[in-house]
């Protein structure tokens, strides 16, 4: 029997065309026969009068940001871009091309492995400063002294405090240039740097005690700008995913340039190390 036949009564009245155009319902983009809306602004007055970075704020934030901000966007991307094949999403990239599933298959498998390790520290970053910031507006305080109280919470669930510390360098090359312009946008009044001052005080609050310190790293760099421009933790994880797309799709061009098939992780002379497990009947010989 199919639905709405005897003995199985409609559950959803007949859909009209009105119902379906609703269920797509989107404030992103019109289209109509000659015609392509994005926001409310007809595509043909974007093209070649837009950067990238501003269409894609427009898209994914519903206005059009003003050069100062526009700029510090495009910084935390550029600066998000690529960490050579060491990173999991781009060795993946260089391998999964070499197994013929084209282009697209290996920057969407690249693009899969952006999880919360990896990945997903800048969106974590986020909320921390935004809890952070949060704290010390309802005690009337600077975040610097709101910190304290959130980091202790943050490390009594995990010792590892995202976007601070890095596996390879000892100081982010990315993080001064990148804090440098959001000094500079407090100053000009583009941002008003209440996440600036929380990261800061976590990496101070980090380096306390310790022989060596704990810098930001690029997860904690881009998050001060996300975080004052506004964004959503949400969203630092997607420009994340945005950014590393472009040196994930690089990778994997140029890996399919050289014409290997079937690249693993190692180069074939080596081979994996072979421990074999422990049987629990010799354990048991042994007692």
Not at 82 to 111: E, F, Y
Not at 128 to 152: C, D, F, K, M, S
């Amino acid at each position: 029997m199919t639905a709405g036949s005897p003995g199985y009564p409609p559950r959803y009245p007949e859909p009209t065309v009105a119902d379906v155009a609703d269920w797509w319902q989107t404030s992103i983009t019109r289209i109509a026969p000659g015609e392509i809306e994005h926001r409310g602004i007809p595509v043909q007055d974007l093209i070649g009068s837009t950067d990238l970075v501003s269409a894609i704020w427009l898209l994914v934030n519903g206005d059009r940001p003003d050069p100062a901000r526009s700029r510090l966007l495009e910084a935390a991307m550029v600066a998000a871009m690529d960490h050579g094949p060491q990173a999991p999403s781009i060795a993946v990239a260089r391998m999964a091309v070499t197994c013929g599933i084209g282009i697209n298959g290996a920057v969407a498998s690249a693009v899969g492995t952006l999880g919360d390790n990896h990945g997903g520290a800048g969106q974590q970053c986020v909320q921390l400063l935004a809890e952070i910031v949060t704290a010390a507006e309802h005690a009337g305080t600077a975040p610097a002294a709101a910190a304290p109280a959130v980091l202790e919470r943050w490390q009594a669930l995990s010792p590892y405090v995202p976007g601070f510390g890095h596996r390879f360098h000892p100081r982010d090359p990315r993080r001064d240039p990148l804090l440098d312009l959001v000094r500079a946008a407090v100053d000009d009044g583009t941002v008003q740097g209440l996440h600036l001052a929380a990261a800061i005080a976590v990496e101070e609050l980090l380096a306390a005690d310790r022989p060596r310190p704990v810098p930001m790293n690029i997860d904690g760099a881009t998050a001060v700008i996300y975080a004052e421009l506004g964004f959503p933790p949400e969203l630092a994880r997607g420009f994340f995913v945005l950014s590393r797309s472009i040196g994930i799709l690089a990778h994997a061009w140029e890996e399919h340039g050289l014409g290997r098939r079937n690249k693993g992780p190692i180069p074939p002379s080596i081979l994996p190390a072979y421990r074999p497990a422990a049987r629990p009947d010799a354990e048991a010989e042994g007692r």
